[in-house]
T-cell receptor, first 113, second 116 residues
Framework: QKEVEQDPGPLSVPEGAIVSLNCTYS??????FMWYRQYSRKGPELLMY????GNKEDGRFTAQVDKSSKYISLFIRDSQPSDSATYLC?????????????FGGGTRLMVKP | DAGVIQSPRHEVTEMGQEVTLRCKPI?????LFWYRQTMMRGLELLIY????????DSGMPEDRFSAKMPNASFSTLKIQPSEPRDSAVYFC??????????????FGNGTRLTVT
């Protein structure tokens, strides 16, 4: 079993829909949680960054962490065709050994006009 | 800020040949990471450096893989000899430790390697 599990999709939604992307993890030591967005033939770019449990909102994007369930979510409101990309969750353990991230496999999202 | 720059963008080579991938991190970043991405295994960390020193190379799959960082602005990942199963997209990423542990990674656009 992988440390971080993510449904690969693809997830196809109409423009304007609310999108929910999710990851589950097994290591309770993870404290930092991130979402990266990766467009086709590009490198991943950081979208959202949260620490510990709770919600964080940034424009149309909301990141949610439930540490008791070892479950994180990314919600996209009013989805746009430009949101079509692969979304990777990532998480890490706080230490001084560098920025060691464990990535999920990514969920491919397609928003159709 | 030009971001992380990787070259070449595409590399096609024959099995047994040596392949060298190059990376220029963001100026001032003191961490550099090499990742490999495939459909089957996703993003895998191969090795990372801090202040040009290799810290953890436990993700390097075999002795055929080696990485160097001769200075703060340049790193290479070499595969010798290459095999078809090495075909993947290789990403370099950098980060600044001064912004705190677990500061975000900045990725390059990758090198797509095909070994025939």
């Amino acid at each position: 079993q992988k440390e971080v599990e993510q449904d690969p999709g693809p997830l196809s939604v109409p423009e304007g829909a609310i999108v929910s992307l999710n990851c589950t993890y097994s290591n309770s030591a993870f404290q930092y949680f991130m979402w990266y967005r990766q467009y086709s033939r590009k490198g991943p770019e950081l979208l959202m960054y949260t620490y510990s449990s709770g919600n964080k909102e940034d424009g149309r994007f909301t990141a949610q962490v439930d540490k008791s369930s070892k479950y994180i979510s990314l919600f996209i409101r009013d989805s746009q065709p430009s949101d079509s990309a692969t979304y990777l969750c990532a998480m890490s353990i706080p230490d001084n050994a560098g920025n060691m991230l464990t990535f999920g496999g990514g969920t491919r999202l397609m928003v159709k006009p | 800020d030009a971001g992380v720059i990787q070259s070449p963008r595409h590399e096609v080579t024959e099995m047994g040949q040596e392949v060298t991938l190059r990376c220029k991190p963001i100026s001032g970043h003191d961490y550099l990471f090499w990742y490999r991405q495939t459909m089957m295994r996703g993003l895998e960390l191969l090795i990372y450096f801090n202040n040009n020193v290799p810290i953890d190379d436990s993700g390097m799959p075999e002795d055929r893989f080696s990485a160097k960082m001769p200075n703060a602005s340049f790193s290479t990942l070499k595969i010798q000899p290459s095999e078809p199963r090495d075909s993947a997209v290789y990403f370099c990423a950098s980060a600044s430790g001064t912004t705190g542990v677990n500061s975000p990674l900045h990725f390059g656009n990758g090198t797509r390697l095909t070994v025939t």
